[in-house]
């Protein structure tokens, strides 16, 4: 089934080959009702109209340029997100992986700029993930994904929540940066309170530490704002992007203030294909869908969404806690979840599993009414068959 592939992965057998919304169909014509959006990232869902309408007309263009040379949609893109992000500038990447390796060299080269190139370590929190280059694999928190390619570089772990361990670290050690996600996704859909991510501001400052939040997987959009941490007031130095950011298209970005935007001199930083026109058109379609209100829809499905899984809480013992916020919506079980997703899957509805335990539903932003309803009869019927029972935890 994987000839030819390195086995980095366990895919299921169905091959998929279309969808409208919503809804994936494989080639036997069958549906499924996708609420794990290709892992948070289809906001727009499969087939969109106006996202198709613009990518054909710009294949038939020009697809590809390099950095060297402009295209009317960078720059539109970058001050679109500067805007919606409080940010200053903008480099583009092909991922969230790369956004975050933009991100930590951003970060040492803005400490050596101040004359303190000493500070070249980070400190991030336990649970977190952040990609898997090497650079991104030293702040991902999970022993199993590091342990193979060690050494990385040096970083600090944290506990969420423990600000005075936050405090005693940051003092100590003097990183370049504390890294973070507000809302840790792989880490099982677990959301750091408003407090903990204030806290986290105030002593980033007081102790000079650059503060990078990851919103690859909680920004545009999926929470309902289009950062997570603006649900706290909190605005970091530097914010990475990606997942949904071209509808499905890859791409990725690192986003900073002011202070740091002339950090990167010439040829210090840089992508073949990163920013491209193709991307670009894509991402300007997402960003117009989110101009003409797609958030409100987001919170509107996100409040139903949430409010159905607290009603199979208290209906099925099996449940253990609802997590998240928005369209980014965690089912902690007293049950591995993997069992459970199988057999959500063998009854189609498309979700996974994080953390052992978690069940992540991260539909597309486009998500019918009805189709959140059938989602959630799904998940009653398939929980009841399941008993509660101690979770190893992965
Ligand atoms: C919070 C977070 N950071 C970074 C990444 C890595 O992004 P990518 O897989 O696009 O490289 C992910 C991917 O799941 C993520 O959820």
């Not at 036997?28 to 996202?51: C, M, P, R």
């Not at 007309?57 to 040379?69: A, M, P, R, Y």
């Not at 298209?249 to 935007?261: D, F, K, Q, R, S």
């Not at 189609?348 to 978690?358: K, Q, R, S, W």
Request: proline share 4%; charged share 20%; with cysteine.
């Amino acid at each position: 089934m994987d000839e030819g592939l390195m086995k980095t992965y366990g895919r299921a057998a169905e091959v998929f080959v279309g969808g409208h919304g919503a809804v994936l169909t494989d080639s036997t014509g069958a549906e499924y009702l996708d609420f794990l959006a290709g892992i948070a990232v289809s906001a727009l869902g499969h087939g969109h109209a106006e996202l198709t309408r613009a990518l054909r007309d710009q294949v038939g263009k020009v697809v590809h340029l390099s950095n060297l040379f402009r295209h009317p949609y960078t720059e539109q893109v970058a001050t679109r997100l500067c805007a919606l992000t409080d940010m200053a500038a903008a480099f583009f990447t092909n991922s969230g992986t790369e956004a975050m390796e933009c991100a930590m060299k951003l970060a040492r080269k803005a400490m050596a700029v101040r004359g303190t190139p000493e500070r070249t370590s980070f400190v991030a929190l336990e649970g977190g993930f952040h990609g898997r280059s090497l650079g991104a694999l030293s702040l991902t928190w999970s022993e199993k994904y590091r342990k193979p390619f060690q050494p990385l570089q040096q970083v600090s772990w944290v506990a969420p929540e423990d600000t005075a361990a936050l405090a005693r670290v940051l003092e100590r050690e003097r990183p370049a940066a504390l890294v973070l996600e507000p809302i840790q996704g792989e880490g099982g859909i677990r959301a750091l309170s408003t407090e903990f991510l204030r806290a986290a501001r105030e002593l980033c400052n007081a102790t000079g530490t650059l503060l990078i939040h990851d919103e690859i997987q909680s920004g545009c959009g999926r929470t309902g704002r289009f950062l997570a941490a603006q649900h706290a007031g909190v605005t970091p130095d530097i914010v990475t992007l990606a997942k949904p950011i071209a509808a499905g298209l890859p791409m990725g970005a690192c986003l900073c203030v002011p202070a740091l935007a002339d950090t990167f001199q010439k040829g210090e930083h840089g992508s073949t294909f990163a920013g491209g026109p193709l991307v670009c058109r894509a991402a300007l379609v997402f960003l117009d869908e989110i101009d003409r209100g797609l958030l409100g829809a987001v919170q509107d499905r996100g409040r139903q969404l949430h409010d159905g899984l607290l009603a199979l809480q208290r209906e099925l013992p099996i449940v253990r806690e609802v997590r998240g916020r928005g369209l980014m919506l965690g089912l902690r079980l007293h049950h591995s979840a993997e069992a459970v997703q199988k057999e959500l899957y063998r009854r189609h509805l498309m979700v996974n599993c994080t953390a052992g335990d978690v069940l992540r539903i991260v539909p597309p932003y486009v998500v019918t009414s009805a189709q959140v309803d059938r989602a959630l009869q799904i998940l009653a019927s398939v929980l009841q068959q399941f008993p509660a029972q101690p979770v190893e935890k992965s």
